[in-house]
Nanobody, 127 residues
């Protein structure tokens, strides 16, 4: 059974950091494009990042602050979030691609191109 489990969220103050984990079972993350998404209350789920062929791409709002790393031995992908802002507050999800995905400098990850969604982890940035 394929399962992705996000963890690492929490309540932090503006400017602080968090590292989210996306642990997979039932599939090898090295074989997939990994997307990170977030959903704030009352808003649609939006793409944050995608990682393909060893390169990660980020939407403009998080570029320079978020980093994606991958630990293949643990079958886990991490989203390091630095200099967090109140507008980063959301539930964060990871997912794997369904076939061809648009992942690159000029694309915002589209949730419709991904599957195997976890339950998400809450990130709250507030003073």
């Amino acid at each position: 059974q394929v399962q992705l489990v996000e963890s690492g969220g929490g309540l932090v103050q503006p400017g602080e950091s968090l590292r989210l984990s996306c642990a997979a079972s039932g599939l090898n993350l090295d074989h997939y494009v990994i997307g990170w998404f977030r959903q704030a209350p009352g808003k649609e789920r939006e793409g944050v990042s995608c990682s393909i062929d060893g390169t990660s791409y980020f939407v403009e709002s998080v570029k320079g602050r978020f980093i994606v790393t991958r630990e293949s031995a643990e079958n886990t992908v991490y989203l390091q979030m630095n200099n967090l802002r109140p507008e980063d507050t959301a539930v964060y999800y990871c997912a794997t691609n369904v076939g061809v995905v648009h992942c690159g400098d000029f694309y915002t990850p589209d949730p419709r191109e991904y599957r195997n969604w976890g339950r998400g982890t809450q990130v709250t940035v507030s003073s």
